[in-house]
C-alpha cells in the first residue's frame, strides 16, 4: 500500500520510492516560494523519467491569481515538448490541486498526478471534488495521494505560524490549507490521516446499469455510512460490454463513429475509443461487439451460420488508418462463429474457394474455403501491435471449443449432422489458417518463429473467443491477454489500489466463470499483489452456492444486492437497480467499519 504518513511509507517498492524522489524536488520548488514570502507549493512535471518543468506558487509576486505551482509548471512542460497534451506526463505538486489546476490538469490530458498534503478547503483530487475521475469529463487520470504529507504539511505550518509570529496575516490563509484553529496542527495532513480511502472497481450489471452507473449508486450506500470516506470510481471492464466506457473513462480521448457491416450484412452504427497510452503512443479500443455482437442477430440457427466478423475488421482497419498504433480487441458478446475469416477478409486477406472466388460470409462459407493469404492483411497492421481481450480460454475446436461451448448462445444446434458438419468445415479451416501463417515464414511477415509457436492454431487456449475470432488474431501475429488485467493497467489501477483500504468490486452474477478470470476475480488477485492489507469486497445480483475459488482469488466478503425478495424483472428496473446498490453499498461500508 502506498498510503504516506508523515515521511514514513507503508510500502517498499519502486514505484513508491520514485515518487518520494520527485515530491523532494517539488519540496524543493515549495522551499523557494517560502524564500520569497509566497505560501510555500511546489510542483514538477516528470516525463520519460526525468523533470521537464518545475515551478513554485507566485501568486503574490506576480499579481496572477493562476500562477499556482502546478499550474505554471504544466504551462512550462507544454513549452518544453512543444505541445499542449501532456500525455507520457506525471504532475508532483505539494498540495492537492484546486478545481482551477485540477481542470487544467483533465485538458491537459495528463497521465497522472502525486500530491503531498490534501486541501479540505479546495481540494478537487479527492477531497472536496474528484474532477480527475468525473465520467463527465472527456479526460480521467489516477491520483497518488499522500506522498511525503507529512513533510509538505510541516512547510505549510511552519510559514503560517512564522508570519503570525510576526504579525503579519497569512497570505490567503483561508485557501491555503493552513493550521487547525485549536490544535495547531496541519488541518490537511490530518484529515489526510484520517480519510478512509475507498476504491471502486465494479463491472456492468448486464441489462440493468453501466459500471459508471454501479459505482455512482453503491458510492451513495458507502457515503452514507462513512461521509468523510474519499471515493475513487474506476469503471472496468473484461473486453466484454463495457469497455469502451472503462477505457474512455481512464484515459480520456475521443470515441469515434463508424458505419461498418454488422454480423448480418446490413449497415450498423459503430465506435471506437482513440486515446493515448502512458507512454503517449496513440491506441484504439474496439469491443467487437459494437459491430458483431449479439444484441446486433436474432441468435438463430440461420443467423448462427451466417454471422461474419467483417465489420470488426473495418472497425480496426480505419483505426490503423487514424493512426492507433496498438490496438486493444474486446472479444466478449459476439454472434459470429465465422472463425474470424469476415475479419482477415476486411484487412485484406484473400481467403477464397477452389474456383478463385471470395469466401461467402459466416461460418456457411468456410464450408468451401480452399486458401488463404494472410499476406495483405499482415503488412497492413505491420508497424501496429494487436492485442485481443478475453476471458475465454477455449480452443478453436473439440468439446471446449468454440462451437459447442458458445455456438448454442448464438443458434447453434446443441447437438447432431448439423453440428457435426460445422465442425469439419471449422477444422478444415484451422488447417488452412494454420498453413497461411507458416508460409510467411523467411519473409519480413512471419508471425512467430517454427518451434517457438503453436503448432496449429486450433488447440491455442482462447482461439475459440468470439466465435474463432482469436485464432484470426494469433495468425496475424497478435496476442491474447486477460481483458480485466488489460483494463487495469490502462486504467492506472495498481497506484489507485495501493493507496486503498476498501475495494469494492462485482457483477452481475458471481459463479464459477467469475474465478475464471472476470472482472471481480481480476480486480481482487491485483489488489491483493499490490496492497496485501486492503479488504476486497464483492457485490452481485446472484450468487452461487460454492464460491470457495472466488474466495481464494482473494475475495474477502460477497454482499448480494438484494433489498428483499423481488423478480428479475423487477431488479432490472434502474430504480430498483440504483436502490439496491445504495443499499449494498452502505451494508459494504459498515461490515468493513465492524473490522477495524
Not at 450506500?221 to 470510481?233: Q, V, Y
Not at 492485442?387 to 448464438?410: E, H, M, W, Y
Amino acid at each position: 500500500m502506498s498510503e504516506h504518513t508523515g515521511d514514513v511509507t507503508m510500502s517498499g517498492d519502486a514505484c513508491a520510492a520514485e515518487d518520494e524522489r520527485y515530491m523532494r524536488e517539488a519540496l524543493a520548488e515549495a522551499r523557494a516560494a517560502a524564500a520569497e514570502g509566497e505560501v510555500p507549493i511546489g510542483a514538477v512535471v516528470v516525463c520519460g523519467g526525468a523533470v521537464i518543468a518545475r515551478a513554485h506558487n507566485r501568486r503574490e509576486a506576480d499579481a496572477d491569481p493562476s500562477a499556482h505551482a502546478e499550474f505554471r509548471a504544466m504551462t512550462e512542460a507544454a513549452r518544453v515538448l512543444g505541445r499542449w497534451r501532456l500525455t507520457g506526463c506525471t504532475v508532483y505538486v505539494t498540495l492537492e490541486p484546486c478545481c482551477m489546476c485540477a481542470g487544467l490538469m483533465v485538458n491537459a490530458r495528463i497521465d497522472r498526478c502525486v500530491y503531498g498534503a490534501a486541501d479540505p478547503k479546495g481540494g478537487a483530487a479527492g477531497t472536496l471534488y474528484r474532477l480527475n475521475n468525473d465520467a463527465r469529463l472527456n479526460h480521467a487520470f489516477p491520483v497518488t495521494a499522500g506522498v511525503l504529507a507529512g513533510s509538505c504539511a510541516e512547510l505549510l505550518r511552519s510559514f503560517f505560524a512564522e508570519r503570525r509570529a510576526r504579525g503579519a496575516r497569512p497570505v490567503d490563509e483561508g485557501t491555503a490549507c493552513g493550521p487547525a484553529p485549536e490544535s495547531g496542527a496541519p488541518a490537511c495532513a490530518a484529515t489526510h490521516r484520517a480519510a478512509l480511502r475507498v476504491l471502486l472497481a465494479v463491472d456492468s450489471f448486464k441489462g440493468s446499469a453501466t459500471s459508471v452507473e454501479t459505482e455512482a449508486w453503491l458510492a451513495e450506500g458507502l457515503s452514507k455510512a462513512a461521509p468523510d470516506a474519499r471515493l475513487t470510481s474506476l469503471p472496468v471492464a473484461d473486453g466484454g460490454e463495457g469497455t469502451l466506457e472503462a477505457v474512455h473513462a481512464a484515459c480520456g480521448g475521443e470515441v469515434v463513429e463508424r458505419s461498418v457491416a454488422g454480423p448480418l450484412g446490413d449497415a450498423v452504427a459503430a465506435a471506437y475509443v482513440r486515446a493515448h497510452d502512458a507512454d503517449g503512443r496513440p491506441i484504439a479500443v474496439i469491443e467487437m461487439a459494437r459491430a458483431a455482437g449479439l444484441a446486433l442477430s436474432d441468435a438463430s440457427e440461420a443467423s448462427a451460420f451466417a454471422a461474419t466478423t467483417y465489420g470488426v475488421g473495418e472497425l480496426v482497419r480505419a483505426a490503423v488508418a487514424e493512426g492507433a498504433r496498438t490496438v486493444y480487441l474486446g472479444l466478449g458478446g459476439s454472434a459470429t462463429n465465422d472463425g474470424g475469416a469476415g475479419f482477415l477478409q476486411a484487412l485484406g486477406a484473400e481467403l477464397v474457394q477452389k474456383d478463385g472466388a471470395p469466401l461467402a460470409p459466416g461460418l456457411a462459407g468456410l464450408e468451401r474455403a480452399a486458401h488463404i493469404d494472410l499476406a495483405p492483411a499482415r503488412r497492413l497492421i505491420a508497424d501496429v501491435e494487436l492485442i485481443a481481450l478475453t476471458d475465454v480460454r477455449s480452443p478453436l475446436l473439440g468439446r471446449r471449443g468454440a462451437l459447442r461451448v458458445f455456438g448454442p448462445q448464438k443458434g447453434m444446434p446443441r447437438e447432431g449432422a448439423r453440428l457435426e458438419e460445422a465442425e469439419r468445415w471449422m477444422t478444415d479451416y484451422a488447417g488452412l489458417l494454420t498453413r497461411a501463417r507458416d508460409a510467411l515464414d523467411g519473409t519480413d511477415l512471419a508471425v512467430g518463429a517454427p518451434g517457438a509457436r503453436p503448432r496449429s492454431l486450433a488447440g491455442v487456449p482462447g482461439a475459440g473467443a468470439a466465435g474463432g475470432l482469436g485464432a484470426a488474431v494469433l495468425a496475424l501475429g497478435g496476442t491474447l491477454v486477460s481483458g480485466i488485467d488489460a483494463v487495469l493497467d490502462l486504467a492506472g489501477f495498481d497506484d489507485e489500489a495501493r493507496a486503498a483500504d476498501l475495494i469494492i468490486t462485482g457483477e452481475g452474477a458471481l459463479d464459477e466463470q467469475t474465478a475464471a478470470g472476470k472482472v471481480p476475480v481480476g480486480v481482487a488477485r491485483r489488489a491483493k499483489r499490490v496492497n496485501p492489507q486492503a479488504r476486497v469486497v464483492a457485490v452481485a445480483g446472484a450468487r452461487a452456492d460454492d464460491l470457495a475459488a472466488v474466495y481464494d482469488a482473494g475475495i474477502d466478503l460477497v454482499l448480494p444486492i438484494l433489498r428483499r425478495p423481488m423478480a428479475l424483472s423487477e431488479a432490472l428496473e434502474p430504480a430498483e437497480a440504483r436502490a439496491n446498490l445504495v443499499a449494498v453499498g452502505e451494508e459494504a461500508m459498515r461490515a468493513y467499519l465492524l473490522g477495524r
